[in-house]
């Protein structure tokens, strides 16, 4: 089945470092998010991005299909950064979706 | 805010016991999906509705159940209670299946935090 690796596992950064979090999957890409989960729990959708390269203010990500592997990029982090990001790719099947999450970057950044 | 709602935040219930957990899609979603976040097996996948019909199980144990109303409203039945069920239970929506685009994209509510002591 689907394999979403990610990495690194854990992060730590000062405030105002630039970090680069990777995500490889086994699968040809139909759908790609990535998400992040605030220290309440919360599920935040970043980004949807299957190929190319897209940018939300200091988050940018880009996804190579052909190469299995998506690239998420926090530049001048702040402690509200702070949280686990995760990756998850689309996996369709028998007329459903389902996505299949990686384990997931921590991130702490200190101020 | 994601649009997706779900109730309870926060539910502490014993071993044994029967919850349910409620979930309001996004306007227009006609899809439903339950995951469960546990520490021990990360995010997964639980079960697809769509439109009020199932449309895939995933990792579900026999003892959860679920459902999809008319009004496009989910409800996660969990019942004979464990310690191991204890995890974030999230909700997400989508416009439909086998979409292309964007519209495939799943929004997440804010997850029910359930406890079993």
């Known amino acids: 089945g689907i394999q979403v690796e990610q990495s690194p596992p854990d992060l730590i950064l000062q405030e105002g470092a630039n970090s680069t979090l990777r995500c490889n999957f086994s699968?040809?890409?139909?759908?790609l998010q990535w998400f992040h989960q605030n220290p309440w729990g919360q599920l935040i959708n970043l980004f949807y991005i299957p190929s190319g390269t897209k940018q939300n203010g200091r988050l940018s990500a880009t996804t190579v299909a052909t190469e299995r592997y998506s690239l998420l990029y926090i530049s001048s982090s702040q402690t509200t950064d702070s949280g686990v990001y995760f990756c998850a790719q689309l996996r369709a099947e028998g007329g459903s979706e389902k996505l299949v999450f990686g384990k997931g970057t921590k991130l702490t950044v200190n101020p | 805010d994601s649009g997706v709602t779900q109730t309870p935040k926060h539910l502490i219930t014993a071993t044994g016991q029967r919850v349910t957990l409620r979930c309001s899609p996004r306007?227009?979603?006609?899809?439903v999906y339950w995951y469960q976040q546990s520490l021990d097996q990360g995010l997964q996948f639980l079960i697809h509705y769509y439109n009020g019909e199932e449309r895939a199980k995933g990792n579900i144990l026999e003892r959860f159940s679920a459902q999809q109303f008319p009004d496009l409203h989910s409800e996660l039945n969990l019942s004979s209670l464990e310690l191991g069920d204890s995890a974030l239970y999230f909700c997400?929506?989508?416009?439909?299946?086998?979409?292309?685009?964007?519209?495939?994209?799943?929004?997440f509510g804010p997850g029910t935090r359930l406890t079993v002591l």
């Open positions: 306007s227009g979603d006609l899809s």
């Open positions: 997400a929506s989508s416009v439909a299946t086998r979409s292309g685009g964007a519209r495939d994209t799943q929004y």
């Open positions: 699968d040809s890409v139909n759908n």
